[in-house]
């Protein structure tokens, strides 16, 4: 099997990315998620949305290190992201805080992507990197507000961009780790207003892109 180089380094990047501390979480802390999404998505008995998996005995590491409602919250987006309502977002935020709770998202889609990535070509998933000292860094925006289109605090100004492209703004970390995969796996940013763009001669055209694309997001039930 062949890959794009720059679509192999993007992935490795990503998984050093969960390794190392963010604004928010620690290193340790974000490993441990990442874990738990992995185990959301293969999980062949999978919890319904409305279990904990806090709750059942054995699923989490004994003294984990990220609260059990962040655990909860990682699986269920992992495995029934569909499912989540505003009314979830505020009953989570408001324990571990909104701009976590974006940290927290950043960390299961970026573990989704690669899982379903790796399943799609059949080769194994690699390990999580052992997670690298050091405390989260508090990194955020000089002004963070609250949006029309999000339910998440975004860097301001707010609703000057799509709405799911904002969504990790007031996260530079997470935000920069959204673009660098989206380029590999989707398209540069700066070609997202080229109608005719492709990525290579006899490749998919920027229609079939776009239809690969919607359509993937209907199955996946992603209703934005």
């Given at each position: 099997m062949n890959v794009r180089e720059d679509l192999s380094q993007a992935h490795r990047l990503a998984w050093e990315h969960i390794a190392t501390p963010g604004s928010w979480w620690t290193a340790a802390q974000r490993v441990?998620?990442?874990?738990?999404?992995?185990?959301?998505?293969r999980d062949v008995e999978p919890l319904p949305p409305w279990a904990s998996v806090s709750a059942v005995e054995g699923r989490l590491p004994v003294g984990h290190v990220a609260p059990a409602i962040a655990h909860?919250?990682?699986?269920?987006?992992?495995?029934?992201?569909?499912?989540?309502?505003?009314?979830?977002?505020?009953?989570?935020?408001?324990?571990?805080?909104?701009?976590?709770?974006?940290?927290?998202?950043?960390?299961?889609?970026?573990?989704?992507?690669?899982?379903?990535?790796?399943?799609?070509?059949?080769?194994?998933?690699?390990?999580?990197p052992e997670p690298r000292p050091g405390d989260p860094t508090g990194e955020a925006p000089e002004e963070v507000v609250q949006p029309k289109y999000n339910w998440v605090p975004v860097r301001a100004p707010a609703d000057q961009m799509a709405a799911v492209?904002?969504?990790?703004?007031?996260?530079?970390?997470?935000?920069?780790?959204?673009?660098?995969?989206?380029?590999?796996?989707?398209?540069?940013?700066g070609k997202m207003v080229d109608p005719n763009w492709s990525r290579r001669e006899g490749g998919l055209s920027r229609p079939q892109t776009e239809l690969v694309a919607s359509r993937v997001a209907q199955l996946r039930e992603c209703f934005y």
């Open positions: 441990e998620l990442a874990d738990t999404a992995i185990g959301a998505l909860d919250a990682t699986y269920r987006i992992a495995r029934h992201a569909g499912t989540i309502t505003e009314d979830l977002y505020r009953k989570v935020s408001e324990e571990i805080g909104p701009l976590p709770y974006v940290e927290l998202v950043s960390i299961v889609t970026t573990i989704a992507a690669v899982v379903h990535f790796c399943r799609n070509v059949g080769v194994d998933l690699p390990a999580l492209v904002q969504a990790y703004t007031a996260v530079p970390g997470e935000f920069l780790n959204l673009w660098r995969m989206s380029e590999a796996q989707y398209m540069p940013a």
